[in-house]
């Protein structure tokens, strides 16, 4: 182990020479808080065959540029300060268990509703990443009713919250509830910003394709082109996404073999594709088989080749 004194601060030396305060003196002991971190240099066996290995290691300071970069990653990726930004961190890790005992600690301790707000909403998000979507959408409706005390009624926060609620019931393939949050993000939204804000074409899009789901095709159809609509004013009319709903749409005309729409809307979702990607993207080989399985169906054999050859 090398440890050079020179590169430690003396205000966060990691460790303490124990040596004459031990019951082992003869060993020399060194503590160290549980903070330190070393690099790996060398990882050498000792003998043969008996499983054992030496490892050598060096201390990094405080300046170490890698240590720097983790440490600089961690404050971007993980919000919060004391124990908030502690429950953020076992959730980024995934123990789970461990950030739902410290939040629920937490929330016996505040009285602000912005802080229970934000206590809820950290434990929906920890029930959706174990995928337990209905005990998420109950925790983020219980963060809701505080954020709603606590924000403005146009609180871009609350869109949002709205928005994650909406999709958790789309998950859960409850679409009347979906609906109800989508439409509530949609007005807090139009309120808060404009009704051709870029916030608002994934809303329109996700409302769209909850309606392709359930087979109304008209309303699917208004809502992609007002996604696409303020996409394109925008400048996002590239954006692959945008493509998504005129597939789904055209799968759904595929399904009951109303082939010449199933051809429009595909088309449709090819040309934005076509923009969007690059040429041997595998979602334009998707769409390249869609039609050209329709044209087989269709009987025309020739394009139904022509499709599959450039899928």
Do not use: C
């Amino acid at each position: 182990m090398t440890i050079d004194p020179n590169k430690i601060s003396p205000s966060t030396t990691p460790f303490a020479l124990i040596g004459n305060d031990s019951a082992f003196r003869q060993d020399n002991e060194i503590l160290f808080t549980i903070h330190t971190v070393f690099h790996v240099d060398k990882i050498q066996e000792i003998g043969h065959q008996n499983r054992l290995y030496e490892v050598y290691l060096t201390i990094a300071d405080d300046s170490d540029p890698q240590l720097a970069a983790i440490n600089s990653h961690l404050i971007e990726k993980i919000d919060g300060n004391g124990w908030y930004r502690m429950g953020e961190l076992m959730l980024q890790v995934g123990n789970f268990s461990q950030a739902k005992e410290l939040y629920n600690e937490l929330l016996k301790n505040v009285s602000n509703d912005n802080e229970k707000g934000l206590i809820y909403k950290t434990l929906g998000k920890a029930k959706l990443k174990q995928q337990e979507y209905q005990q998420a959408a109950s925790l983020w409706e219980e963060s809701l009713k505080f954020y709603m005390k606590a924000l403005p009624q146009d609180h871009p926060d609350l869109a949002a919250l709205h928005h994650d609620i909406g999709q958790v019931y789309n998950m859960l393939g409850d679409n009347v509830k979906a609906l109800e949050y989508y439409n509530n993000e949609i007005r807090i939204r139009e309120e808060a910003q404009s009704s051709n804000h870029p916030d608002l074409a994934l809303v329109y899009s996700n409302i769209s394709l909850l309606y392709s789901k359930t087979r109304e095709y008209s309303k699917a159809l208004q809502y992609a082109e007002k996604a696409y609509q303020i996409n394109e004013e925008a400048h996002l009319k590239h954006d692959p996404d945008l493509a998504t709903p005129y597939f789904n749409i055209g799968i759904a005309h595929d399904r009951i073999n109303e082939y010449e729409k199933a051809l429009e809307f595909y088309r449709r979702a090819l040309k934005i594709r076509k923009t969007a990607l690059p040429p041997n993207h595998l979602d334009l080989a998707l769409v390249y088989t869609k039609i050209s399985v329709v044209y087989k169906n269709m009987g025309d054999h020739s394009k139904a080749l022509d499709y599959a050859e450039r899928a």
